[in-house]
């Protein structure tokens, strides 16, 4: 089969790691049988973010390196005054986070030349080439941006936000906003009280309900049905939706899936590959001696937020999604290591152009196959019937 040049990248977090991301796309580019020069659709979440947003904006996988080598990821900590034990830790009481991060976002808006997601439509117009993950953990959803963020409100803001006029930093901020270390980002969800839900589907009756979902499902009504009637909150209820924004890695850190989502029944037009990491440290290494030292409750806690971050998305790790990731080793490199050596650097560097020459030399597109078992040269599915007997054939 014709080797094609162009893929579409899902990128993990993982920190400062997220620069041996950047070595596997440079081994990509520079493979003399099987390059990859042109990212069509990326993804990512925390750091992952960061390396798709650059990618969907037009920078190539050398920009991508010389970006991340140059970057000081430690000016990225922006504690109070009185520095990240003092400072940080007031901040953490009042904010929920040691660091502000808008250092971050700041640096990221003037690297994107304060780029919004208009700038990464498809050649349609229907959607976006660009996709971040990030959560509501208020809401206890997982959130694709810049999908979902027409359920929300800016804080102070009458109106939902609009995607296409929302800057693609922001997006990114929310993704990386690792709990504890960053402060959350605090969104309003736009939301209407559903009176009667009428003859849709999926609504809640005498409850709030996304606007957006009203306006959907009342649209999808065959005529002659009765719409949902609803009306807008009060005061008191709007102090409700107030919605608690943090790093996409917390849910699902590695969203392989997300193209296959947008496509499937499709024709199969490019492969999508997975870019991750295995060893290093996880977030909070250096803070580990001191953990060790709180209560259980503290530590049980603590616990299970780095268990959150990595079991779902290892466990998650079919055939269809092992013979498309790229797995690049971090050493002994930890997430929030932001004063990295050059020794470090080159490290990482290495390890991702290794990676990939690695996972090229044995890959092949008729072995290739996605969430749904579709290889290249599947016919797409007519019918649901259809997308059965192909998925059971494949079982």
Known sequence: MEWIDEADGVFRGGGVKGLGLAGALLGFAQHPTKPVHTWVNVAGASAGAIIACYL????????????MKKTKFGSFQDFPPGGEYLGGFFNLVRKHGLAHGEA??????????????????????KGWRLKLIAVDATNKALLVLPDDLARYRLPGASAAIVPDEFPIASAARMSMSIPYFFEP?????????????????????KAPND????????????????????????????????STIIDGGTLSNFPVWLFDVDTAGGPLTRPTFGFTLTGGKGVGAGLNKVVARLPWAARFGYQIFQTAQEAWDARFVSNSTRVRTIAVDAGTIGTTQFNLTAADQKLLIDNGIAAVDR????????????????????????????????????A
């Open 56 to 67: 969907a904006t037009g920078h190539d996988a050398k920009d991508m390196v010389e970006l």
């Open 104 to 125: 971050f976002r700041i640096w990221f808006d003037d690297e994107l030349d304060h780029a919004t997601f208009a700038t990464t439509k498809t050649k349609d117009g």
């Open 185 to 205: 980002v605090t969104l309003v969800r736009d939301r209407v009280f559903v009176i009667d839900a009428g003859d849709t589907d999926g609504l809640v009756a």
């Open 211 to 242: 606007r957006l979902d009203v306006q959907r499902a009342n649209d999808a009504l065959p005529a002659g049905r009765k719409a949902a009637t609803t009306r807008e909150l009060t005061a008191q209820e709007w102090k409700l939706q107030v």
């Open 359 to 394: 996972f090229l030399d044995r890959f092949t597109l008729a072995d290739y196959v996605n969430t749904y078992g579709r290889h290249f040269g599947d016919r797409p599915a007519t019918d649901g019937k259809a997308a059965e007997k192909e998925l059971a054939g494949t």
